[in-house]
């Protein structure tokens, strides 16, 4: 996407850039929360919530 040459507008990289932190994000949620200790869940699960809700809020922004 950043090196092509094809005419890609802006809005459409940022949302894929977005959406890809997005998932890493929810990935690394689920491995941590199955690998943690019980004691820290809930604050991973908040933690990583903001974030994932919060790239979902940037992503449907661009996209309207």
């Keep these: 996407l950043f090196q092509s040459k094809l005419n890609i ?9 977005v959406n890809a932190a997005t998932s890493n994000n929810l990935l690394k949620m689920i491995y ?12 991973l699960f908040v ?7 919060t790239g979902l809020v940037i992503s449907f922004g661009f996209l309207s």
């Design 32 to 43: 941590a929360t199955v690998l943690c200790d019980s004691s820290i869940r809930r604050l």
């Design 9 to 17: 507008a802006d809005s459409v990289i940022v949302t894929a850039v």
């Design 47 to 53: 933690g990583f919530s903001i974030l994932i809700v």
